[in-house]
């Protein structure tokens, strides 16, 4: 069957995130063009030299670049934490255990309730230019309750991830072992054929190192392939033990050994930062300069989360992490398109090259830079997500 091509001209300022194709690590072009064949890329280049298309698109000046990638959220959820929030910015400090709330409302919830959640959280992103998500399980902490968040999930995403190891259950709070064995058994077989991923929130008040190792081994052992909550409260052994284990990546990275740098800088685990969760707890950030200077790969992610980051807007973390994390405009959009592929290990995403799904993004400006230089402005005019265009 023949599809349609679209040729996507005027283009200001091109993010291609193939330096074999432009400046710099962005592979930046400027009056560049795309075609677009049905849902992939089928051409780049000089906008003299694009060939014929069935539509033509005039960018107008403005600047393209690939979907946004957050591959760090948590969207399948019912409830509200506000209260919680008001108290934190009020004085009170943030702790794993406020995740309680969101269980016993997630718990209660309706599957169509919690299916219409997700799909709103989907298409928020989606109008602010995040075309790839990941989505965990973890608010349920049932057998029941985290099957049915990831198939719920696995209808918007394939990026499904299995937290059943968030916090220790409620039921099983004299007994976290016991909720061990039930999320490396019981609960792993029911979760499973749904997930792609395997997570551990590793990290005092949720599972120590020895708890996270055997959640993450068990879900090696079925298939899946780990990430890791890891190192986000204080200094532990999350980040060594996910490139101990080999895991796609280590999440949040906000208290770190020079030991734990060295291990990411010389693995393949991504450091995914999430500064939304700083940003909303008045924590410290982590430092994105001193994972860079080391050679360490670095995504960005929103965390989007009822309690500790409730924000789906990917430009909001670039202009957080350039304004306080010491990341330049460039380095911070690349961690938000082509390293949050990385943190999924995909390589259909976050660039725009020949053969790429056609997952782009148009800005109301004249260059990427501007993600950071104007926070909090709406700034998308288009979105493509696998050729068709959403917004």
């Not at 064949?37 to 030299?49: E, H, I, K, L, N």
């Not at 991504?270 to 940003?279: D, H, I, N, Q, R």
């Not at 909303?280 to 994972?291: C, D, I, M, Q, V």
């Not at 005019?381 to 696998?386: D, G, I, T």
Request: glycine share 10%; charged share 20%.
């Amino acid at each position: 069957m023949s599809t349609r091509t679209t040729l996507i001209t005027g283009i200001g300022s091109l993010v291609t995130n193939d330096p074999g194709q432009g400046a710099g690590p962005l592979g930046l072009l400027t009056d560049a063009a795309v075609v677009l064949d049905g849902d992939t890329v089928a051409w780049v280049g000089p906008a003299a030299q694009a060939p014929a298309a069935d539509e033509r698109f005039d960018a107008e000046g403005r600047a393209l670049l690939p979907g946004f990638v957050d591959s760090h959220a948590h969207l399948v959820f019912a409830g509200d934490r506000t209260a919680e929030f008001n108290a934190r910015m009020s004085g009170q400090s943030y702790s794993a255990g406020g995740i309680r709330t969101t269980v016993a409302a997630t718990r209660a919830a309706s599957d169509a309730e919690l299916e219409a959640n997700l799909a709103g959280f989907v298409r928020e992103a989606l109008r602010q230019g995040t075309t790839t998500i990941e989505c965990k399980s973890g608010y349920g902490l049932t057998v029941e309750d985290e099957a049915r968040a990831l198939r719920i999930a696995a209808q918007y995403t394939p990026e499904t991830t299995y937290l059943g190891a968030h916090i220790v259950a409620p039921e099983y709070a004299e007994d976290p072992a016991g909720y061990v064995d039930l999320v490396t058994g019981e609960m792993l077989d029911a979760c499973a054929p749904h997930a792609r991923w395997v997570d551990v929130f590793c990290e005092k008040g949720a599972f120590d190192g020895d708890q996270a190792r055997a959640v993450l081994t068990a879900g090696i052992e079925r298939g899946l392939t780990p990430r890791v909550h890891a190192n986000q409260l204080t200094y532990g052994p999350g980040v060594q033990l996910a490139v101990e284990l080999g895991a796609a990546s280590a999440d949040h990275c906000t208290h770190l050994t020079d030991e734990d740098v060295a291990a990411l800088a010389g693995s393949a685990t991504v450091a995914t930062l999430l500064p939304g969760a700083e940003f909303s707890t008045r924590a410290e950030y982590p430092s994105g300069r001193r994972l860079l200077d080391a050679g360490a790969v670095v995504a960005l992610s929103t965390d989007c989360n009822p309690g500790s980051s409730f924000t789906s807007s990917m430009a909001f973390c670039i202009a957080v992490a350039v304004r306080e994390m010491g990341m330049t405009p460039d380095e911070a959009v690349w961690a938000a398109t082509a390293g949050g592929a990385h943190a999924l290990r995909r390589t259909d995403v976050g660039t725009i090259a020949v053969g790429a799904r056609a997952d782009l993004l148009l800005l109301d400006a004249p260059s990427h830079v501007h993600l950071a230089y104007r926070p909090g402005v709406p700034l998308t005019a288009a979105v493509w997500r696998a050729g068709v265009r959403e917004v």
